[in-house]
């Protein structure tokens, strides 16, 4: 069973940046997808970044395109996200999740999922 564990989370301006951390235990798809997603109260939880795991490619939404990086530490075993550039609209609980196969947009797909992280970005 696969647990993902998220940190990193916190309070910034706008323009500042963070970086989340995602520490998977029990994950062993060698092709499998880890993604970000974020979710404010009552919306949907959307997706923001993922990584397939087996062949590297990633995946962005139009949103963070060119301020959000995700990228696999093999070293520590982690998922990061690095965000930069932060505004307000970046405020979210953020969340790790994993899959087996192909890259999904919907939460839905996703069969592991850490608590979150709040991300709050003040003006």
């Known amino acids: 069973q696969v647990q993902l564990v998220e940190s990193g989370g916190g309070s910034v301006q706008a323009g500042g940046s963070l970086r989340l951390s995602c520490v998977p235990t029990g994950y062993t798809y060698s092709s499998g997808c880890m993604a970000w997603f974020r979710q404010v109260p009552g919306k949907e939880r959307d997706r923001v970044a993922a990584?397939?795991?087996?062949?590297?490619?990633?995946y962005y939404a139009d949103s963070v395109k060119g301020r959000f990086t995700i990228n696999l530490d093999n070293a520590k075993n982690t998922l990061v996200l690095e965000l930069n550039s932060l505004g307000p609209e970046d405020t979210a609980m953020y969340y790790c999740?994993?899959?087996?196969?192909?890259?999904?947009?919907?939460?839905?797909?996703?069969?592991?999922w850490g608590q979150g992280t709040q991300v709050t970005v003040s003006s």
């Open positions: 990584m397939h795991t087996g062949s590297g490619l990633t």
């Open positions: 999740a994993a899959r087996q196969g192909l890259c999904y947009e919907k939460s839905t797909e996703y069969v592991a």
